[in-house]
């Protein structure tokens, strides 16, 4: 059964790099789209962006200038990195696997909380 | 703000079927086919009730049903169970990037 499991800070002080990563564990890495989704508290989901197996991202407009998505194929990651966090970063932050690029996401990790404060 | 419009709540009693719409644009929802719906109970990961407007994943009762109109998906429950409550969202294509509804919390009364 393939699962993700994703991991990273959950406190970060204003003005940092927020860090997660997220393992494929139980199935192929190839042929997908590898999305980060956030959610604000008591909020609805927000799309961060997604990578292509093969290197190719796609970002969230409202946050481009912030984001960077990475793979490491050899070991079935992906990572998302956010610069320059305020509190209005403060979520949790789901990876998940997105079928077709086209927003159609199957699976899911447990989810992240990451607050900022200082 | 969200860019696609969800009712905040809905309700039913058991047995009874919700309709919950989700409102987008030209460029997300009445632009493409490729409309889905989440569920998702407290503290928990979202979980994929719908894709493709109306297709059902393996293991959804057939309880759940969606449909699209122009620029409005919805998402039916039909014979309401305890276990549906939860917060549903709506997400879509919307080239090159996604977009997720506010979401709608239903509840079972």
């Known amino acids: 059964q393939v699962q993700l499991q994703q991991w990273g800070a959950g406190l970060l002080k204003p003005s940092e790099t927020l860090s997660l990563t997220c393992a494929v564990y139980?199935?192929?890495?190839?042929?997908?789209?590898w999305s980060w989704i956030r959610q604000h508290p008591g909020k609805g989901l927000e799309w961060i962006g997604y990578?292509?197996?093969?290197?190719?991202?796609y970002y969230n407009p409202s946050l481009k200038s912030r984001v960077t998505i990475s793979v490491d194929t050899s070991k079935n990651q992906f990572s998302l990195k956010l610069s320059s966090v305020t509190a209005a970063d403060t979520a949790v932050y789901y990876c998940?696997?997105?079928?077709?690029?086209?927003?159609?996401?199957?699976?899911w990790g447990q989810g992240t909380l990451v607050t900022v404060s200082s | 703000q969200s860019a696609l419009t969800q009712p905040p709540s809905a309700s039913g009693s058991p047995g009874q079927s919700v309709t919950i719409s989700c409102t987008g644009t030209?460029?997300?929802?009445?632009?493409?086919?490729?409309v889905s719906w989440y569920q998702q109970h407290p503290g928990k990961a979202p979980k994929l009730m719908i894709y493709?407007?109306?297709k059902r994943p393996s293991g959804v009762p057939d309880r759940f049903s969606g449909s699209k109109s122009g620029n409005t998906a919805s998402l039916t429950v039909s014979g309401l169970q305890a276990e549906d409550e939860a917060d549903y969202y709506c997400?879509?294509?919307?080239?090159?990037?996604?977009?997720f509804g506010g979401g709608t919390k239903l509840t079972v009364l």
């Open positions: 998940a696997r997105d079928e077709d690029g086209y927003n159609t996401f199957f699976l």
């Open positions: 139980g199935g192929s890495f190839s042929g997908y789209y």
């Open positions: 990578i292509y197996y093969s290197g190719s991202t």
């Open positions: 030209s460029s997300d929802v009445g632009g493409y086919n490729s």
């Open positions: 493709e407007v109306s």
């Open positions: 997400s879509s294509y919307a080239g090159n990037k996604g977009v």
